[in-house]
C-alpha cells in the first residue's frame, strides 16, 4: 500500500484480556514507531524500532506493553491483561532512517476501547 | 525534560480570520519543531517544520518561526478556509532523542462559513 497501515481500525475488549494491534509500515522505511493518544493527552511516544538495532522502549507505559517487529517490516504491539486506563488511539508511524527534522508518515490508528 | 506546551482549543474562526496556535517548548540542546496536522478521519501529517532557530517553515498558507529567545514555534494563518478545520499539533525532536518526537496535547480548529 502507499501508506502506513494499522488494523484493526477500532477493537473492544473486556478487561483483563490480552490485544495485538498491527502496523504495516511504507515500503522501505527502516524506521518504525508507536505512539499512544489519549483523549486530552496528545501524543505519548511508546517505542521505537530503527532496522536492527535494539528497540527504545522508554516510552512503554508497563511491564503489560510490547512491541515487536519481524523481518524489519511489520510490526505487532500487543496490550496483555487490558484495563480501562488502556482506551486510547494507538498510532503507528514510520520513516526513513531516523535524520534530525526528518518526517514520519503516520497511519490512522487503531481505537482500543476497553469495558 | 523535554516537553511541548499549545494553548487550548476548541479555537472557533469564522473563515478568512487570522489564525495563531500558541506553542512553546522546553528542551535541552537546539531541537527541531514541527508542526502535524490531522484531518478528520485522516492520519497525522506533517504540515511544516523549522530545524534552527530563526528559520521559517512555511505550508499551504501557513507559517511558523522557530524562536530561540522565547522558546516558542507559533503557527500562523492569514486566512483560514473551512477545509483547515483539523487538530493540529506541535512537536519537537530533541539530539540525542533519535526517533522520539515529543507532542503537544493538541488544538482543534474549527472554521466557520
Known sequence: G????????????????????????ISGHTALYWYRQSLGQ???????FQGNSAPDKSGLPSDRFSAERTGGSVSTLTIQRTQQEDSAVYLCASSF????????FFGEGSRLTVL | GNSVTQMEGPVTLSEEAFLTINCTYTATGYP???WY?????????????ATKADDKGSNKGFEATYRKETTSFHLEKGSVQVSDSAVYFCALSSPGNTGKLIFGQGTTLQVKP
Request: aromatic share 10%; net charge negative; glycine share 12%.
Open chain 2, 32 to 34: 527541531s519543531l514541527f
Open chain 1, 42 to 48: 496528545g501524543l505519548e511516544f511508546l517505542i521505537y
Open chain 1, 97 to 104: 532512517k531516523w535524520t534530525e527534522g526528518g518526517e514520519l
Open chain 1, 2 to 25: 502507499a501508506g502506513v497501515s494499522q488494523s484493526p481500525s477500532n477493537k473492544v475488549t473486556e478487561k483483563g484480556k490480552d490485544v495485538e494491534l498491527r502496523c504495516d509500515p
Open chain 2, 37 to 49: 496536522v490531522q484531518y478528520p478521519g485522516e492520519g497525522l501529517q506533517l504540515l511544516l517544520k
